[in-house]
């Protein structure tokens, strides 16, 4: 030992350049390997020489490119002059500048070094050196001293042309100057502890040493790449402000984060951090506070950054999406993995130098300052493996969020491109979770991408330390190695199956749940809550059995690895024993040390492999979606401001909804209309109306001919889309304000009846789907959207038939033939009597148009349109001859220009209470706790499962499981002592080893799977609360909550409690524990410890404590801004149609980019703020442990035994890490048990009554007359908002049918919702047959009552689900009842017959046939009491006609309740009910009311006048 230290100190004083190492017979080259390595980078002449030759390349660049630059300029013909004044180094700007400190700095570093390296060529060429060597000293020197000369000028250079970074070549010559400078000081350092040194060394030393803070301060220069040079504003703005609406830019308002304009250290620190935590630890955060995220990294650069690497459509491949994203971040990758390589490389550090310190304490020394240099090294490699650390989290966690930022946008823009049937295929639950679920995967996986390569190299590098240690017998624990890593290869492949078919199980829950909060009412209104329960459950206990299977193979790797350092070191010392390697303390605690070291990446190995298989199925998820069909752009010629007479022309038009099958849905189809032309589509349901108007936008394929449309075209949907916000936002659709155009589209569209009645007019905020609006006011928002985008086409699908038919021809007068009668509009209708105004008919059958021409023409000509016209007449006769009767034209006077005055008499009725400013908003904000998540949440979640006994049973595991490991340690320190030395018995040592290993290892497998099985309990029972907490919510919570609100929960608050908190808790607890080890082990062994402990913990709390206040906040705020982006999403491909009508993509692109980055803000803070924690924490354990290390080395060796130094170091050496993961974990913790505090926010949502009371069961066959006795009934939506119904009283007999009628918005609907009791009344009562109906059970009234609702709804499934979802009643029953319905044919012509698909939301079906799909249900459950609200709405006169037949045949002996807005519907019931501004106002028989000025007169008068007076 000693003649190699003499040899090397040799070297370090040695003028010569040939090496020194003398190989002898039996060395292999790896043994000779580190004396090479040291002679090369730390003796004198070497170093020059790699110092010399990096020296000369940058000149050697900077000369070549000045030549260039310069060539180029006199060789450019004429523009010598003003090419001469163009910079070296970057493009010129004509704005005076100023520089920053940092500017100045690297100026001042630079000429310090210059000066330095001139003055030591001086004293160089003076000394008494030998003269070879007095030469080369002095060039060296010189070339030192040039270069820093020819830095400066080109820094000065840089100012004078504004450049804003530094040229990559001086970048990368500033870190190698670095990295050498530091070899310099190093063989400094060596020499200073070594005795004899001459002058010219010291001189070498003197200067290395104060070169060294230089080059680490150039360091972060080059590794910033900032100059420091400010241009003014005015200046940069047009580079850095392209577009900037177009990026989604942050509103003023709100200050750009810190981090755009924080300095290198700062940077390096996460200083810049320290405002926005000052603020967050003072109160909570509010979103207003945190600041937006700077430019380069908003959601519209990325997205631009995204599109301009996407390939070509030539070159797509399979795998676009990760192609493009490695084209876009190559360069963050590259830097993520060089701070990954930096801190491999010091990592190893400290186990390397526990046997010197065991020596040392042993007393083997080679110098007296020894201890304290190798505690100096330690604290550096300690300072330099942090940094490295958190700033590749930092970088890593970053880059993730970029990742994010940029699929976000663009999952966004493809949703918007994608075909009918490419949407069908995913569906919107699916295309919501691409964005929430896959994207975040694949920005988890960024953090676990390097250590997949980093193992086997740490790995290696550990195995040849080892073998330095442990001789040959390292191959056990090579062999150990292979075995764990196989097992968790293999259980990794095995994670991939669960995880794939867990997710897949998800997927079909969401989709059930999204289902279910779509039509709630529906659900309430037929009793079917517990049915969809036992779905959602179906799909639960599925996904449950993936999720258990998955937690369990998990918990068998983490048990793997956390027992791995003990199995692997016990067969590593039992074969060392074997083939006789001696053991002292050094060796045995650098090798469980370098097990420790080991067992870190050999653990994440697994993880980072499930992460990564993750990402690769969502990346295939992705492509899949990315590489779908999108609708074709040129499938309809259009032009805008064409000339010509024809505004839409089809010629032989073929058109299919499939991409694949091609099934031709339109054929044949020739139409010409001319501009400024009204033009009807009649036909019966499912003709090919909807899908005309559908070919006409573009959004099915052309299969063949051509479509071309003339003008700028706006549409109105059948089935309404209505956005989330004010009345006012959705009518402007993202244009300005013109006041006097806006009021003429809400008279036209009589919406100011409906705005008068809103207590806050149009700033009325509309829940999601236009939930609190009744079907009408959805229906004429949607057309004054239309009207007021003044357009030259536009195409009206069915917009009378939710309307009732005053308001009908009032919009048909004033808005059809009045404000757009110089556009050209085709007008699909059942409405027979609109049609002798209209200049051109298209009647369609089957697909095809079979008629066309005026109404005149086509009644002569055709059966088609002669059978729908003769429907229609047949129901006219009856208002005919109620308008003929005496006094019929008593009403005239009250027609339509003084009807409104009798609506009006009550808008202003004293009984609206005047409800405070807060009700104005429907939707109310998210509810959010703020500070601490309390500890009764934490006790909630520990205690759901198994109670306090439960908790005690872990704690003490986990604490039995730290014992076992502290044993085998103090176990191998008792037998590795000098003492014991003489009486070693190996048999004995190796056998009780492996009995505590034994132990260990049954301890950890109990525990972990304990906390697993705890978890995956309290998982389930949650996820049961939930779903039935929010089953019995009243209708009322649904109104007021987004549904993105309660689906976030479902979701990714879910996915928390199944999978992150069952393995966190398991994590923190080990941590906890791990830590409490150390600190008992290490002030054991070196006692002045302890009083360092009292700060330490006190100064963790206090920064767990102020880290917390703003991370907790931010991750809130985070679930916040997460939800809108989903609404949006889900929202805007629900009318996918719509916005592409009205050419809105990019309108609504950017409302996108402007979410994902308030969301983003929160992310980027909140990873910040997690390595700002993490730096300091980690920084602070470092430094204690050196003290610690210190105490060890100051205190005398009689007190201080070397295997105790041994086992200490061993494990202080992971103190800080520990403890930071242990704080951190215990954050994360603390953040993702915010969703246990939202899942219990929703446990505890008022319930509606109860669904069944036992001992108030209704009699079997209740109601078994149908009589209905409503008295005083008066009704509110909420408390504070004013009276819808006001106190009505009326009966009804028995079998009595009762037609409904009354003005848009006046409470037809609410009346029927409160005899279902979805609305509970606020006075008065309801008997039914004599019972109350207040006192049943909700699910024993509404399971006896009938209803077609407003909206047809189907549920996807089969035909069968939906008319008998509870599967109660035969085939046989429900073929009658489809018969019945007219739909017989249909189904029974689709291959699977009753079993036929049902798609989401019932798409593959028209409108017409959901109707008589709902009114199948009706007949199969047979009740006396049967509601019908606008049931034959969306069917033809014809239909109409045999539905109203068929209900007068089977329902004969029902009490019906029917609201109608077809005047024919109500002329044959027995009596009729006007209900206007919650009156009502009329209740007699029809007859009755014709004979007398009646506001049912003046309905049936306007209706029988429409055909003619139009």
Not at 548 to 574: D, H, Q, R
Not at 1424 to 1430: G, K
Request: charged residues 20%; hydrophobic residues 45%.
């Amino acid at each position: 030992m000693s003649s190699s230290s003499s040899s090397s100190s040799s070297w370090l004083t040695s003028f010569s350049c040939s090496s020194p190492v003398k190989q002898a017979t039996g060395d292999t080259f790896i043994s000779t390997l580190p004396q090479w390595l040291t002679f090369i980078f730390l003796s004198p002449c070497p170093q020059r020489a790699l110092l010399s030759a990096v020296n000369v390349l940058l000149l050697l660049i900077l000369f070549i490119f000045a030549i260039t630059k310069l060539f180029k300029r006199f060789t450019s013909n004429g523009n010598s002059q003003t090419e001469l004044n163009k910079p070296l180094i970057t493009n010129t700007r004509s704005f005076p500048t100023t520089t920053t400190i940092q500017f100045k700095l690297t100026l001042t570093a630079t000429i310090v070094l210059a000066v330095l390296y001139t003055v030591s060529f001086i004293l160089a060429f003076t000394s008494s050196t030998e003269a070879p060597w007095k030469q080369v000293d002095g060039i060296f020197w010189l070339i030192q001293a040039k270069t820093h000369a020819a830095l400066a000028v080109s820094i000065i250079h840089e100012r004078r042309f504004k450049a804003l970074k530094h040229p990559v070549s001086l970048r990368v010559y500033w870190v190698a100057f670095f990295i050498l400078i530091s070899l310099f000081s190093a063989s400094g350092v060596i020499r200073f502890v070594n005795e004899d040194v001459g002058f010219i060394f010291k001189l070498d030393d003197v200067v290395s040493f104060i070169s060294l803070p230089l080059s680490l301060f150039l360091l972060f220069v080059a590794v910033q790449g900032s100059t420091g040079v400010v241009v003014p504003a005015e200046e940069t703005e047009p580079v850095v402000d392209e577009g900037a609406d177009v990026y989604g830019d942050a509103p003023s308002k709100t200050e750009v984060t810190g981090y755009a304009s924080a300095s290198v250290l700062s940077k390096a620190f996460w200083m810049w951090l320290n405002p926005l935590l000052i603020k967050g630890y003072k109160s909570p955060l509010k979103i207003d506070e945190v600041p937006v995220i700077s430019r380069e990294h908003r959601a519209g650069r990325m997205i631009a950054l995204f599109e301009s690497n996407w390939p070509k459509s030539k070159d797509k491949g399979k795998h676009p999406v990760v192609i493009t994203l490695i084209k876009c971040f190559w360069k963050q990758l590259a830097f993520t993995a060089l701070l990954a390589i930096v801190k491999l490389s010091v990592v190893y550090v400290g186990p390397v130098l526990i046997q010197s310190f065991v020596d040392y304490t042993a007393g083997k020394r080679t110098s007296v300052y020894e201890g304290y240099y190798l505690v100096l090294i330690l604290l550096v490699a300690k300072f330099i493996e942090v940094m490295c650390t958190h700033h590749f989290n930092f970088q890593a966690q970053k880059l993730g969020m970029l990742l994010r930022s940029t699929l976000t946008p663009a999952l966004y823009k493809k949703g918007l491109l994608l075909s009918f049937s490419s949407r069908q295929d995913h569906g919107v639950g699916t295309i919501v979770n691409y964005m929430a679920v896959d994207t975040q995967q694949l920005s988890d996986m960024i953090l676990q991408l390097h250590s997949i390569w980093m193992m086997p190299i740490q790995v290696f590098i550990g195995l040849v330390l080892l073998y330095n240690c442990l001789g040959p017998s390292v191959v056990t624990a090579l062999l150990g190695l292979s075995a764990v890593l196989a097992f968790a290869v293999v259980t990794t492949r095995r994670h991939n199956t669960f995880q794939f078919n867990m997710m897949k199980n998800r997927d079909s829950r969401m989709k059930a749940v999204n289902e279910m909060l779509n039509y709630m009412r529906v659900i309430k209104f037929q009793a079917w809550e517990e049915h969809f329960n036992g779905r959602i459950l179906g799909f639960r206990s599925s996904e449950y059995q993936w999720l258990s299977n998955l937690m369990y193979s998990i918990c068998g790797n983490m048990v793997l690895m956390w027992s791995a350092p003990l199995l692997i070191s016990t067969i590593t010392f039992g074969t060392a024993i074997l083939l006789g390697v001696p053991l002292d303390a050094g060796s045995v605690f650098t090798a469980t040390s370098i097990f420790r070291i080991i067992q870190e990446p050999i653990r994440t190995f697994p993880q980072s492999m499930i992460s990564l298989t993750q990402a690769t199925i969502s990346l295939g998820r992705l492509d899949r979606f990315m590489l779908s069909t999108e609708l074709s752009n040129d499938s309809v010629e259009r032009e805008e401001g064409c000339g010509g007479q024809t505004a839409v022309e089809v010629i032989d038009g073929t058109f299919c909804w499939d991409d694949e099958n091609l099934q031709e849905d339109l054929k044949n189809i020739n139409l010409e209309i001319k501009k400024g032309e009204l033009t009807a589509v009649v036909g019966t349901v499912g003709s090919g109306k909807s899908s005309l108007l559908a070919s006409i936008l573009g959004e099915m394929r052309n299969v063949s001919g051509k479509v071309r449309v003339c003008g700028s075209v706006a549409y109105v949907a059948q089935t309404s889309w209505i956005q989330n916000g004010t009345i006012e936002t959705n009518i402007l659709f993202g244009l300005p304000m013109e006041r006097h155009k806006y009021n003429k589209v809400i008279k036209v569209c009589c919406l100011e009846k409906d705005l008068e009645l809103m207590e806050y007019g149009d700033q009325t905020e509309i829940g999601e789907r236009g939930i609190n609006l009744s079907g009408g006011q959805k229906q004429r928002i949607q057309l004054a959207r239309a009207v007021y985008q003044d357009c030259d086409i536009y195409l009206l699908d069915d917009v009378f038939s939710a309307v009732d038919a005053h308001t009908g021809s009032e919009i048909f007068k004033e808005c059809v033939r009045g404000a757009l009668k110089d556009k050209t509009i085709i007008l699909v209708t059942h409405q027979v009597d609109f049609l002798h105004n209209v200049d051109l008919i298209l009647v369609m059958r089957d697909g095809m148009i079979v008629q066309s021409g005026k109404y005149d023409d086509l009644l002569g000509s055709g059966l088609d349109f002669q059978a729908l016209v003769t429907a229609h007449e047949t129901s006219l006769e009856l208002v005919e001859q109620g308008a003929a009767t005496p006094g019929g034209n008593l009403n005239k006077p009250t027609k339509s220009p003084e009807a409104p005055s009798v609506y009006n008499s009550e808008s202003n009725s004293p009984d609206q209470p005047e409800s405070d400013e807060k009700s104005s908003k429907l939707v109310k904000e998210e509810e959010r706790e703020t500070g601490k998540v309390s500890l009764n949440i934490y006790k909630l979640y520990l205690t759901e499962a198994f109670g306090w006994w439960g908790i005690t049973g872990l704690v003490f595991l986990s604490l039995l499981w730290q014992a076992t490991l502290m044993a085998s340690d103090y176990w191998l320190a008792y037998e590795t002592s000098e003492e014991r030395a003489q009486m070693f018995n190996p048999f004995q040592f190796i056998s009780v080893y492996a009995i505590i290993t034994l132990v260990s290892v049954i301890v950890v497998v109990v525990r972990s799977y304990s906390f697993t099985f705890m978890g995956l309990k309290t998982a389930q029972l949650f996820f049961k609360q939930i779903l039935n907490c929010i089953l019995h919510a009243p209708m009322s919570f649904f109104d007021t909550t987004p549904s993105g609100r309660i689906l976030s929960r479902a979701s990714a608050d879910q996915t928390n409690v199944d999978i992150v908190l069952p393995m966190f808790i398991n994590l923190v607890t080990a941590m906890y524990i791990t830590v409490l080890g150390i600190l008992i082990i290490t002030c054991q062994n070196s006692w002045p410890t302890v009083f360092l402990l009292i700060p330490l913990v006190w100064l963790n709390i206090w920064y767990r404590g102020y880290f917390l206040a703003s991370s907790r906040e931010l991750t809130r705020l985070d679930s916040i801004t997460k939800a809108p982006v989903i609404n949006h999403f889900s929202e805007s491909i629900a009318g996918v149609m719509t916005i592409r009508a009205f050419r809105k993509q990019k309108q609504f692109c950017e409302e996108n980019l402007n979410r994902v980055n308030a969301n983003l803000r929160m992310d980027f803070h909140n990873y910040s703020s997690n390595e700002w924690l993490g730096l300091r924490l980690e920084l602070l354990g470092s430094l204690v442990f050196c003290i610690s290390t210190m105490f060890m080395i100051i205190l005398p060796s009689n007190i201080i035994k070397p295997e105790n130094v041994g086992l200490s170091l061993s494990y202080g050496l992971g103190l800080n890490a520990v403890l930071f993961w242990a704080v951190y974990f215990s954050c994360i913790l603390e953040n993702k048990m915010v969703s246990v505090e939202r899942i219990k926010q929703f446990t505890k949502i008022p319930s509606e009554p109860t669904w069944n009371i036992k001992d108030r069961l209704p009699p079997p066959y209740w109601p078994d007359q149908g009589n209905v006795d409503i008295k005083g009934l008066e009704v509110r939506y909420r408390p504070n908002t004013p009276l819808i119904l006001k106190g009505i009283t009326l009966s009804i007999t028995g079998g009595e049918k009762i037609g409904v009628v009354g003005r848009t918005g006046s409470g037809k609907s609410t009346l029927i919702q409160v005899l279902f009791r979805l609305v509970e009344p606020s006075g008065g009562k309801v008997i039914i047959d004599g019972i109350d109906i207040s006192v049943l059970g909700l699910h024993d009234l509404r399971s006896r009552f009938g209803i077609i609702p407003q909206e047809p709804v189907l549920f996807e499934g089969t035909v069968r689900s939906n008319i008998d979802p509870t599967g109660q009643y035969t085939d046989d029953e429900m073929w009658k009842s489809l018969e019945r319905c007219q739909l017989k044919e249909v189904v029974a012509a689709k291959p699977e017959k009753l079993d036929s698909l049902v798609v989401d939301n019932g798409e593959n079906w028209s409108v017409g046939q959901r109707q008589l799909l709902c009114l199948g249900r009706v007949m199969l459950k047979r009740s006396r009491l049967l509601f019908m609200d606008e049931a034959t709405a969306s069917v033809d006169s014809q239909t109409d006609g045999i539905i109203q037949k068929i209900i007068r045949e089977d329902f004969a002996a029902c009490t019906i309740i029917s609201i109608a807005h077809r005047i024919p519907t109500v002329m044959d019931c027995d009596r009729v009910l006007v209900i206007d501004a919650g009156l009502v106002k009329e209740f007699d028989k029809p007859s009755n009311l014709l004979q007398r000025p009646s506001l049912f007169g003046a309905l049936v008068q306007e209706y029988a006048d429409r055909s003619t007076g139009l």
